[in-house]
């Protein structure tokens, strides 16, 4: 079975640039998760997609960040304008349903210069 | 408000000497509590899920315990290859997972 994947695996961009990075879930997952990963800490969730629809986006800031998740399938995360605090490992995880477990991808190591 | 406490935030092993990992909670109706194993450069590895208090589950040299305060991960006779970050995820009664900081683990030959 085919993992969750992700890309780019790496990125380096200067402030105030925009990035985009992109989730393939595991085939037949509905739920969706993109989190944010601050060296030293625990991932935390950005937000959350049932299929095609947010369920939770409440931790995203939502004046820079926005992410879409076209057809239930791959999603995308996207950064405008990036700010220095944002360099961060950003992680797409998948479920088959809320509350069974999540299936992360290798992650996208973000670097704000 | 939802909290998770991990400790301790680092611990070094010697090969075979065992010892456990705490997970401590606060969650709003709670719905399960997820373990996760994560190496250096990749993203966390699914190990166990507990629904209810006085649950187990084993795999291997691991062993989670869960009780309506806290979780445990037993390592049992630890090998230089557990060495990861054990991340402790209550599911809350949102469907969220709430991650705490995690337990950096070195085990050494």
């Known amino acids: 079975e085919a993992g969750v994947a992700q890309s780019p695996r790496y990125k380096i961009i200067e402030k105030r640039q925009s990035v985009a990075f992109w989730c393939n879930p595991i085939?037949?997952?509905?739920?969706l998760y993109w989190y944010q990963q601050i060296l030293g800490q625990g991932p935390k969730l950005l937000i959350q997609f049932q299929n095609n629809g947010v369920v939770d986006d409440s931790q995203l800031p939502k004046d820079r960040f926005s992410a879409e998740r076209l057809k239930g399938v791959d999603s995308t995360l996207k950064i405008q304008p990036a700010k220095l605090e944002d360099s961060a490992v950003y992680l797409c995880a998948s479920s088959f349903e809320p509350g069974t477990e999540a299936f992360f991808g290798q992650g996208t190591r973000l670097t704000v210069v | 408000e939802d909290q998770v406490t991990q400790s301790p935030e680092a611990l070094r092993l010697q090969e075979g000497e065992s010892s456990s990992l705490n997970c401590s909670y606060t969650v709003s109706g709670l719905r399960g509590l997820f373990w996760y194993r994560q190496d250096p450069g990749k993203g966390p590895e699914f190990l166990f899920t507990l629904y209810s208090a006085g649950e187990e589950k084993e795999k291997e040299r691991l062993k989670a315990t869960l009780t309506k305060k806290e979780s445990f991960l037993h390592i049992t006779a630890p090998k230089p290859e557990d060495s990861a970050t054990y991340l402790c995820a209550p599911l809350s009664g949102t469907y969220k997972y709430i991650f705490g900081t995690g337990t950096r683990l070195k085990v050494l030959a």
């Open positions: 085939s037949g997952h509905a739920t």
